[in-house]
């Protein structure tokens, strides 16, 4: 009940093209869904995040689609670029607490 | 604005030790949460503390502990450290809790190693 499954576990995408990364989630409970990036030898950074009463949210070239009936949330990376190569964590919890429950991360590859 | 910003970066133990990590969090902000990560368990949740207490804590053993000072400034503690405990510790911290969107900020982590 508090897992969260991300895949895939890498990913290789050419310059310009789209990344997406899935997660799906099992807890109803949980009401607050961000997407974090981490380069090595940093802390994740919050890139985006989502709350279940929206199905899509997009920050530039960054966009959360979310999917509350089958328990499932993405994020799609537009025209890719080799500066987004990096890992990607999602992440669910309840908004009240700061409980996040993580993805196992994908590692994005973009080639120039 | 500064980040968050954790001490030390680096830190060798040997197992049977223990160890006390900072945190400072973003100024102004009153919750931090701490994160273990390993490459085989990824990112897992150990406690957060808003207003000098505990408000959650994730499945860890006792040995793992953790305060909160009244300048929002925390510390983790592990005790008799063992080798699964070399890990990548992780703070986060934001500007409440009980916040309906409660986006959290990392420090870059201290990167702890048991010999």
């Known amino acids: 009940q508090q897992q969260v499954k991300q895949s895939p576990q890498s990913l290789i995408v050419q310059k310009g093209g789209i990344s997406i990364i899935n997660c799906a989630y099992e807890n109803t409970a949980f009401d607050y869904f961000p997407w974090y990036q981490q380069f090595p030898g940093k802390g994740p950074a919050l890139l985006i995040a989502?709350?279940?009463?929206?199905s899509e949210k997009k920050e530039g070239r960054f966009t959360i689609s979310f999917n509350k009936s089958a328990k499932q949330f993405s994020l799609h990376i537009m025209d890719s670029q080799p500066g987004d190569s990096a890992t990607y964590f999602c992440?669910?919890?309840?908004?009240?607490?700061?409980?996040?429950?993580f993805g196992q991360g994908t590692t994005l590859q973009v080639k120039p | 604005k500064a980040g968050v910003t954790q001490t030390p970066r680096y830190l060798i133990k040997t197992r049977g030790q223990q160890v006390t990590l900072s945190c400072s969090p973003i100024?102004?902000?009153?919750?931090v949460s701490w994160y273990q990560q390993t490459p085989g368990q990824g990112l897992q949740f150990l406690f957060e503390?808003?207003?000098?207490?505990?408000?959650n804590k994730g499945n860890f053993p006792g040995r793992f502990s953790g305060r909160q000072f009244s300048n929002s400034r925390s510390e983790m503690n592990v005790s008799t450290l063992e080798l699964g405990d070399s890990a990548l510790y992780l703070c986060?911290?934001?500007?409440?809790?009980?916040?309906?969107?409660?986006?959290?900020?990392f420090g870059p982590g201290t990167r702890l190693t048991v010999l």
């Open positions: 989502i709350r279940p009463d929206v």
């Open positions: 100024s102004g902000h009153r919750s």
């Open positions: 503390y808003f207003s000098e207490t505990q408000r």
């Open positions: 986060a911290s934001s500007l409440t809790s009980g916040s309906a969107y409660n986006e959290q900020f």
């Open positions: 992440a669910a919890g309840p908004g009240n607490t700061g409980k996040l429950i």
